[in-house]
């Protein structure tokens, strides 16, 4: 079974930068008979979990929630068995509870957390104003 172990989290002031990393062991993806997708995904208290970001790994495209777009960036290093999430400018409402997760299955509906059959114990982030 496929191990996703989150880290990079910390506590930073608005306008400031983190990069998460999730490394996957278990199993090897980027090829379609592995993982084909892994997603990121944030849940503040009091909130829903919410899709943040997502790769397919077999040819690096690339999904975004609104909110995150031109300040976060999810990359992988197939090699390493690992995805970041480069996050810049973080604001306040950022704050939350990381969490990667990996699907077997493509990205379509890549922001629903059903679709991804692992998933990481999460890694805080918290930004202060």
């Known amino acids: 079974q496929v191990q996703l172990v989150e880290s990079g989290g910390g506590s930073v002031q608005a306008g400031g930068s983190l990069r998460l990393s999730c490394a996957a062991s278990g199993y090897s993806y980027g090829h379609t008979y592995s993982i084909k997708c892994m997603g990121w995904f944030r849940q503040a208290p009091g909130k829903e979990r919410e899709g943040v970001a997502a790769i397919y790994t077999g040819g690096s495209t690339t999904y975004y929630t609104d909110s995150v777009k031109g300040r976060f960036t999810i990359s992988q290093d197939i090699a390493k068995n690992t995805v970041y999430l480069q996050m810049n400018s973080l604001k306040p409402d950022d704050t939350a509870m990381y969490y990667c997760?990996?699907?077997?299955?493509?990205?379509?509906?890549?922001?629903?957390?059903?679709?991804?059959?692992?998933w990481g114990q999460g890694t805080q982030v918290t930004v202060s104003s």
């Open positions: 997760a990996a699907a077997l299955d493509w990205c379509g509906s890549w922001s629903s957390t059903s679709k991804y059959n692992y």
